[in-house]
């Protein structure tokens, strides 16, 4: 079966790179969850600290022999549900799954959202809540689908109402942000050999930021998801682009190591993108459209590569928070 190919190269990136996504929260209530991957064993496991209580969970349908990765949390405050969601490889090909834990600690049934596909890699997952809909939980999600040589960017809409399911469906996220990555041979780049180009998500009110980017150029696409039932009386959700910035420029940032993709995020409608390997590399998307030069610093004790990318986030949100004030400043 193909898809095992792509386990070494995961174990690899899982080293490679620090955490995206949400690996531990607190919720409301004062209850920590944190993924806890337990050494010799491929389950996805949470550890629960309340007070001075700890427990493990084992997340259901995950204690089986085949791999899980990827595994991320969101807490719906809504339902007072925690969400979990993962990739696994499993014995027909590659799946992505979710399970709920609600306030009584029970768990859902896992469902599918995804399967079929030699690898998904990338994997990102964000929860929103429509205004005016009391009760709906909307979960958005966005990967990279490996099939062979093709790379497609997808991506999910799954509506709950009161934490029960009522309506999903996956769109490729060219089709959904109406571009098309063709390019002529003057345009085309040599963009290495990495698992897959860049993609980052990120809730922007009630709607979703998306960038993602493509084999053939450093260049990303960038526009903004709102979701929209299909009717009034219907309670089916899917997920509508608009318009946000389009194909940016190249950024000229590129990575040769198989297990090391380009990646990105998105703070306050700022994006960045950067590597990981001996050095920390990034570019910055300015306000005009054009890329920052390439920067680069040595990962070592001092500067770790978690510690980078948290201060390159913390960098963007300020820079927005300065540009807010400037402009009441102008506006007064």
């Excluded at 799954?97 to 030699?118: C, F, H, K, Q, V």
Aim: glycine share 8%.
């Amino acid at each position: 079966m193909k898809h095992h190919r792509f386990a070494s190269l995961l174990i690899g990136a899982a080293l490679a790179l620090p955490a995206l996504g949400a690996t531990s929260l607190l919720t409301p209530n004062g209850v920590r969850y944190a993924i806890e991957p337990k050494p010799g064993t491929p389950q996805v496991e949470l550890a629960r600290a309340e007070g001075q209580k700890r427990a493990r969970l084992v997340v259901p349908s995950t204690q089986d022999p085949w791999m899980e990765s990827g595994a991320q949390l969101a807490y719906d405050t809504a339902a007072n549900t925690l969400f979990v969601i993962w990739s696994r490889e499993g014995a027909t090909g590659a799946e992505i799954r979710y399970a709920m834990l609600n306030e009584r600690g029970e768990w859902s049934t896992p469902r599918l959202i995804s399967a079929g596909s030699d690898a998904y890699l990338g994997l990102q997952f964000v929860l929103t809540h429509p205004a005016g809909d009391e009760g709906i939980t909307l979960l958005h999600a966005a990967w990279w689908s490996i099939e062979g040589t093709r790379t497609t960017a997808e991506y999910a809409l799954f509506a709950f109402e009161n934490g029960k399911f009522i309506s999903g469906e996956v769109n490729d996220l060219e089709t959904l942000a109406s571009v098309k990555y063709d390019v002529v041979a003057g345009e085309f780049e040599d963009t290495g050999t990495p698992l897959h180009p860049a993609l980052a998500i990120e809730r922007n009110g009630d709607t979703v930021d998306v960038v993602f980017g493509s084999t053939t150029s450093t260049a990303v696409t960038r526009f903004n998801v709102m979701a929209r039932k299909i009717a009034p009386n219907v309670r089916i959700w899917k997920p509508v682009g608009r318009t946000g910035g389009g194909r940016t420029e190249r950024a000229n940032l590129t990575s040769t190591d198989p297990t090391v993709p380009v990646s990105g995020f998105i703070r306050k409608g700022n994006v960045a993108l950067y590597t990981v390997g001996e050095d920390f590399r990034f570019v910055i998307l300015k306000k005009d459209g054009s890329w920052s030069p390439i920067r680069e610093v040595r990962i070592d004790d001092d500067n770790t590569a978690d510690d980078l990318l948290r201060e390159l986030q913390q960098q963007l949100e300020e820079s927005t928070e300065e540009e807010e004030e400037t402009e009441a400043v102008a506006d007064r």
